[in-house]
């Protein structure tokens, strides 16, 4: 029985990760699991039961009372996964802002974290599969044939963001923009639990003035440069 092929992809925010990691499964034909949607989902969870996501205890309490899945997309479908939240359709709604900002909060509670990583592991186990997300590597797939630590410069990664924000009518400011996109690097890096970090045996992609395209191509190369593919 052949080894699954199991890409782990980490990185700061606008890094482009999930939408990588989405093109890399199309391609690859593996599995792609988007963590952030999760986190995304507990978050979702709290404003609806207008919980604060910065109450651990309350946060905690929410987790053990949902269900959160990532199912197949239609073949219709703009994203490359249907984020299910106790039996609803909530894909579209995980992306406003609220959610966002609600899931970086969450995702720095030890006890959420030691949680999703489990149930990460657990999806993935004996599957093919692209997961990314900001401790992919590090905690749940430490065994993957190749971990990638994708990046940008802070001022690419944050004209991406405000590009994201214009198209969905989102009205801010590049400086606000760069001054968020530093905030969540300042949280993601020193959170407590499973901090952002390039590992040792990371291979890093700096995304700078590069398409998708061309990046996908560039992971395919490493990939075939390893014999992986």
């Not at 929410?62 to 899945?69: D, E, F």
């Not at 994708?150 to 690419?156: F, K, M, N, R």
Request: net charge neutral; glycine share 6%.
């Amino acid at each position: 029985m052949n080894t699954p092929l199991q890409i782990a992809i980490d990185g700061p925010v606008a890094s482009g990760k999930g939408d990588i990691a989405g093109r890399l499964a199309k391609e690859l034909q593996l599995t792609y699991i988007y963590t952030g949607a999760m986190y995304r989902m507990l978050a979702l969870a709290c404003i609806e039961a207008g919980i604060s996501t910065k109450d651990i205890d309350s946060v905690c309490k929410k987790l053990q009372q949902i269900t959160i899945s990532l199912m197949p997309p239609s073949s219709t479908s703009i994203h490359p996964f249907v984020a299910v939240l106790n039996d609803s359709d909530v894909t579209e709604r995980i992306f406003k802002q609220d959610v966002a900002i609600g899931s970086s909060d969450v995702g720095t509670i030890p006890q959420v974290r030691q949680w999703m990583v489990a149930r990460q592991q657990d999806m993935a186990h004996g599957k093919s599969v692209v997961m990314e997300g900001r401790d992919i590597g590090l905690r749940v797939l430490p065994n993957a044939q190749l971990k990638i630590y994708l990046t940008a410069s802070l001022e690419e990664r944050a004209h991406r963001r405000w590009l994201q924000f214009d198209a969905k009518g989102i009205k801010k400011t590049h400086e606000e923009v760069l001054s968020d996109t530093k905030l969540r690097d300042h949280q993601d890096t020193t959170r407590v639990t499973d901090p952002l970090q390039k590992l040792p045996d990371a291979w890093e992609l700096d995304t700078t003035g590069m398409n998708q395209e061309d990046v996908v191509a560039r992971i395919k190369e490493e990939l075939i440069k390893r014999n992986l593919l």
